[in-house]
T-cell receptor, first 111, second 117 residues
């Protein structure tokens, strides 16, 4: 069946550090892949997406590349800010349309 | 423009009572999804509507859970005889299309936090 695995958190970084949050998936075919973010006290927001292999999604300085050979969609940012502190969810869209989420990774950025 | 809205934002109920949660999707979005977010289980899919029909209700945890959608718009999730394990944040999302491609991005509402005492 379809599944998503994320690196466990929490991840604690200093401001301006490089961020990587690993995400791997198991799926039939090549599903669309997403990163959602949940800031403290707020709802889920789409951060970026990629719909086919080798696509790179990007937004707000975050990037993720759809790698079919490694079934991965790792999230990266070159220089994190305190305002990036949030919970990040990797997800894939199944054939029926539902999203299957990873367990979420909490990021805390310290000044 | 208006996003997905949900009501109530918080609901506290006693074990055994029935509750109704409401979702208003983004206007024009044909697909509507319900998920729940709980500490132990993360984000779980519950049910999906395309128009007024539900082609995938595989995530509903028991027959105490049901949902309907009317007029291709508003949806209601009903939980009968609530149990403490039903306590969670119930999220609604909508998308323009259910298939792949540019229209398949799901936009989430703020959620309803349900607490069963």
């Amino acid at each position: 069946g379809n599944s998503v695995t994320q690196m466990e958190g929490p991840v604690t970084l200093s401001e301006e550090a490089f961020l990587t949050i690993n995400c791997t998936y198991t799926a039939t075919g090549y599903p669309s892949l997403f990163w959602y973010v949940q800031y403290p006290g707020e709802g889920l927001q789409l951060l970026l997406k990629a719909t086919k292999a080798d696509d790179k999604g990007s937004n707000k300085g975050f990037e993720a590349t759809y790698r079919k050979e490694t079934t991965s969609f790792h999230l990266e940012k070159g220089s994190v800010q305190v305002s990036d502190s949030a919970v990040y969810f990797c997800a894939l869209r199944s054939n029926t349309g539902k999203l299957i989420f990873g367990q979420g990774t909490t990021l805390q950025v310290k000044p | 423009g208006a996003g997905v809205s949900q009501s109530p934002s918080n609901k506290v109920t006693e074990k055994g009572k029935d509750v109704e949660l409401r979702c208003d999707p983004i206007s024009g979005h044909t697909a509507l999804y319900w998920y729940r977010q709980s500490l132990g289980q993360g984000l779980e899919f519950l049910i999906y509507f395309q128009g007024n029909s539900a082609p995938d209700k595989s995530g509903l945890p028991s027959d105490r859970f049901s949902a309907e959608r009317t007029g291709g718009s508003v949806s209601t999730l009903t939980i009968q005889r609530t149990q403490q394990e039903d306590s969670a944040v119930y999220l609604c999302a909508s998308s323009f299309l259910s298939g792949g491609g540019r229209g398949d991005t799901q936009y989430f509402g703020p959620g309803t936090r349900l607490t069963v005492l």
